[in-house]
């Protein structure tokens, strides 16, 4: 095995000379001696054969050679205090991974709003984050996949906390045949037409949540390609109101003149697999999703 000649030690030093501007600067704000940090970069110049530092007036300014090993070096010894500060968040019993399964109807604005926030606080945790629909988070818990789980049912043998409700709204395009019969719809009219629907991601207890009791409908496996088909004049379907402000602003979808049923809720609960156990990693995320959605879903700037 190869032991290298200098040590992370030594180039903390010169670091130190660099950035204060000199010897005593570097010596006060390592409490070290003079005397000593002199040493330190003159034993590591002659270990390495390579001038690192030249007198500048009362500066030290690293040579060119210097600043070319002083920038590998920094890379070293930003790893070195990560490797630390993993230790540390072991050691408080910050997890390695926190995995979370989100049900496709949570917010993405407030997803993004609880990960930036976590971030922070977890750089040495990793976040597996699994999107479901209806009963695929409840699939992650019951086979033990994650963590959290912010899902549509809270499955037996676990708690949850009530988190939002999403309301849904029966629409399609405004020139949609439903559209042009010019008046309240009933259940017949519906079940003529063609429905489209979004696929349980769960495979335990598989729901139909939504779904009319009729051979007109399709079914896709991702919310979005079931609002691009809508919007593009195929089918009708029960949509969630805050994914389609856009869309309904903008003219492509149009609510249906429902007599009865035309709205709907459903709501999403948060549930921590093991809160008697649960780490702290995993503690901050389920606590950061009860901030951010108690305080609305409105995402705060990057800056200012």
């Given at each position: ?11 903390q ?5 660099v ?8 010596a ?8 000593s940090?002199s ?5 590591l110049?002659?270990?390495l ?22 920038n ?5 010894l ?24 989100v049900?496709?109807?949570f ?35 019951l ?9 549509g ?43 489209i ?29 079931r ?45 921590v697999?093991?809160?008697e ?20 879903i ?7």
């Amino acid at each position: 095995m190869k032991i290298p000649k200098s040590t992370l030690e030594q180039w903390q030093v010169l670091q130190a000379i660099v950035e204060c501007g000199g010897y005593a600067q570097a010596a006060e704000a390592l409490h070290r001696s003079q005397s000593s940090v002199s040493y330190m970069v003159a034993k590591l110049q002659e270990q390495l054969g390579v001038e690192l530092l030249e007198i500048d007036g009362r500066r030290a300014r690293l040579t060119p050679n210097g600043k070319a090993l002083l920038n590998k070096a920094r890379e070293l010894l930003g790893g070195a205090f990560q490797l630390e500060q993993l230790a540390v968040s072991l050691a408080e019993g910050w997890e390695p991974q926190v995995s979370i399964a989100v049900d496709s109807l949570f917010p993405v604005a407030l997803l993004v709003q609880v990960l930036r926030e976590f971030e922070p606080w977890a750089r040495h945790t990793r976040v597996n984050l699994e999107e479901t629909v209806l009963s695929g988070s409840e699939d992650a818990l019951l086979e033990k996949r994650v963590d959290i789980a912010i899902a549509g049912r809270i499955p037996a043998g676990f708690l949850g906390d009530a988190l939002m409700d999403i309301d849904f709204i029966a629409v399609a395009h405004p020139c949609h045949p439903l559209h042009k019969l010019g008046r309240e719809l009933e259940m017949d009219d519906l079940t003529r037409n063609l429905q489209i629907v979004v696929r349980d991601s769960g495979t335990l207890n598989p729901r139909d949540h939504g779904w009319l009791n009729t051979d007109q409908r399709w079914s896709v496996t991702n919310p979005q390609t079931r609002m691009e088909m809508i919007c593009n004049g195929i089918g009708f379907g029960w949509l969630a109101e805050h994914k389609m402000h856009d869309q309904l602003a903008q003219g492509l979808l149009k609510p249906l003149p429902l007599r009865v049923g035309q709205r709907r809720k459903m709501s999403l609960s948060l549930i921590v697999a093991n809160p008697e156990v649960a780490g702290p990693a995993t503690c901050r995320l389920a606590n950061l999703i009860r901030k951010v959605v108690a305080e609305g879903i409105e995402p705060r700037p990057l800056c200012g």
